[in-house]
């Protein structure tokens, strides 16, 4: 019994350990203000490409707090590379298209550190709409290369 009490103890620290870690990357006010240089979040809808751990659920949940009603999406003449896109003609990125309000993209640019590890640049998919995708900074790319 003394065993099961102890797991139960265990379980719950690493529980609050990965809620306090994912609280601390994703929504505290620390490790990331977003730079001067960036326009304002425009106050209207928005449509954003995700292909990485956005695609999941749980994840957009935490970051957003909301789910950003998933549609699948396909971006032609990309190829993925590990957490990055490149252009790359015949080749096609399948992830989901995110329907997200203007509080919810701020949260996005703040996972994604917008401006300091990603950009967001608007690309066509190739049903024709429209949306947001996170490309990695050619600088933190080429830091990344040893």
Not at 118 to 133: F, I, K, P
């Amino acid at each position: 019994m003394v065993w099961l009490k102890r797991l139960l103890i265990v379980c719950m620290v690493g529980v609050l350990g990965v809620a306090g870690w994912l609280w601390l990357i994703m929504l505290s006010p620390w490790f990331y203000e977003r730079p001067d240089d960036l326009a304002d979040i425009e106050q209207r809808p928005h449509q954003v490409f995700v292909y990485g751990t956005l695609r999941y659920a749980p994840v957009r949940l935490v970051v957003m707090g909301d789910f950003g009603d998933p549609q699948p999406a396909m971006l032609e003449g990309f190829q993925r590379n590990g957490l990055d896109l490149t252009p790359q003609p015949d080749h096609h990125v399948e992830g989901l298209l995110l329907h997200v309000e203007p509080h919810e993209l701020a949260r996005l640019d703040r996972y994604e550190r917008l401006g300091i590890r990603y950009e967001r640049e608007m690309v066509s998919l190739d049903d024709g709409s429209q949306a947001w995708v996170y490309l990695r900074l050619p600088d933190v790319q080429n830091a990344l290369i040893p």
